[in-house]
């Protein structure tokens, strides 16, 4: 049985790795989670090493970056970390960062959270067992957590949450 | 028999791995191709490791960074993770980005991917079958979707699509 | 038994590691402390390494960069060479840093400096001993050295040190 | 027999691997030299590594960067790869880049090539060779392709092409 | 015998590589020292790998970066390096690098590279031989070529040459 492995971490303002491992589950395939939480971000790359380690075929590492300059600087290190993890160890992790920045309010950013970390879930879900499904899906234009950008020389869409924001608000 | 490894992703708004594939499936070389899509260009750097790991013998990675500051952040992070695989592995990975900047339209942005990612498909095979082409082409100012520089000293060129828009649009 | 090791600077001007060490004896836990200095920041991540290869389970690398442009590019280099020397090792590092411009006089420096570093040493001891305790705790915004930024959602909170400066001052 | 890699780039409009191989030949030394050519300077560093995995002792890496700031951003992913690939193998990598910015006129480019590549040429052939005669030369000022800049107290030169434009114009 | 290397560049305008060697003699410290030479800064981390593999136990880096942009571009892809360095070989690497732009004249220059030399050499001392001796002066704000900046809240210091210019000058 596969095993996916999630880290998320105490600086978020969102409990990511919750939501991540609900969606999992949602998804009905035949795999266990693993889930930690670290820190900040710069704790990830660690905790993802160590998940491979224990057995984990995939990691989720999900984590929330402030709004000051300082914590782009903590981001890009953290990611540039996660990517050298899997590169080390030959295996996929999927980055879920939401930047405070990114919405204009609590509200606004809890749905932001959640639409991302679904769609990173799913997306997880398909590379290790519908990987012919993301190639079906190559060059789409797929965006997670806003509005999907599209193929080029489609009719452009309006950017926004997918479903609305509606519907969670 | 060779292996030519491709990865693409379905946040681009090209089916890149397609153009790649069909490119050098042109070429009629002796060598199988095995294509995988991720989500973003961050998931490059792991997909290149698995597949190097499966065999290939040199990966294309292809991916379409967006417009935005926090997009070319994360290309610099993903061109450094490919070229951390390239050096841990010690194999030849073949970058192909598309920046959504780089072209005026949509229409324009499809010629460039296709031009460029054509170009590069054709490095792919040389480097694995005929490098001598490639020495015998050095210094002569090449370049992958555009037009080509030339080497120093040669009568200035007007830069655009190396055979015209024409003749895709 | 564990062993956690720790590292600072004579660079700092607060011994960093000594606050560590007490506030690590301070929660009882079962486990030894190994304690080094190097000069600066740059030199933690060999340091972290060695102490990784005499056994440590975690080490906290604490250090406190100046306040001109290149000693934040000095900070930057410093944290990454942590990330990838817990990468490498498959083992957590605890980054304590405490810039010189976050404070306004040296009296808030010290406090700062001494309320971060007990908070990620609480950190350092959760990690190896109550992990579930972290999880509990994913999403709530904590910080250290400063008040908590709360989960999304929940009342604003004014910034300042977490139990007031008058505790200390 | 020690031998020496050469990697140079079709991207570069100065065929700079035929410079560095006719210089290392003009040295008389007892060495056999190895010459590769990739499509960018980001190719170099997977090229380096195959080069010392097929014997290289050293490894010249030679690239013409663009004018553009995306060049840059480029070259400094390169030059972090070239001296991964240098720590990762423990062997030297002697990177010789030439900016199209550093010169005003093809002219100027092509001396500025030609006494920047001649001269690493004859650093790579000392660091293997004759060793001591660099530490004789340490802390001297030494400039490749300007004019040198001489030991600190030194009375100042201006900054001109070593020999002069006129001997090669 | 332990064994410390010393790698200084051509590049440099100051032979630091002899004052690291004359002022670990003076130390009267039992070990023996290996000099090597490169051209640049970003030869350095290569040769520190080197050394570390013919038995050094410790490193010294030495380099002077110029003045321009580019050439804080190559400090960084340097330092980088000797921290990956000395993260791979999980040995200390002790960077001394001093810009041509933190002094006002050749004669200043001087004096800083001594003063920085020197006290770094001393370092590399204590880190191999008296390791208690480093823990003893953690945070006292311990500074490489100007005057320590004191622990937090001791009496301010005017920034200067530790000894003075006078001593030298």
Redesign the interface.
């Known amino acids: 049985m596969k095993t996916i492995g999630i880290v ?11 939501i991540a491992q609900s969606t999992l589950r949602s998804t009905g395939g035949n795999f266990r989670t693993v ?5 900040g971000i ?2 990830l ?3 993802v ?2 998940l491979f ?1 224990q057995g984990a075929d995939l990691v989720m590492a999900l984590g929330m970056p ?1 709004k000051a300059d300082y914590d ?3 981001a ?13 160890e ?6 879920v960062f939401v ?1 405070e920045g990114e919405a204009r309010s ?2 606004e ?2 749905l932001l ?1 959640r639409h991302r970390t679904e769609e ?1 879930a799913w ?1 997880a879900y398909r ?1 290790l067992f519908h ?1 012919a499904d ?2 079906r ?8 957590g806003f509005a999907d ?5 489609s009719p452009s869409r309006k950017r926004g949450f997918r479903n609305g924001i509606a519907k969670y608000a």
Chains 1, 2, 3, 4, 5 share one sequence.
């Open positions: 998320d971490t105490t600086f978020a303002r969102v409990a990511m790795g919750s889930r930690r939480t670290v820190p710069k704790d790359p660690a905790a090493v160590q380690r402030g782009r600087t903590c890009h290190e953290a990611s540039q970390g996660l990517i050298s993890a899997a590169v080390q030959g295996r996929p992790v999927i980055e930047f609590d509200k950013l809890k959270v990173h997306n590379i990987p993301l190639t899906s190559a060059g789409t234009g797929a965006r997670q950008a599209g193929p080029a020389g």
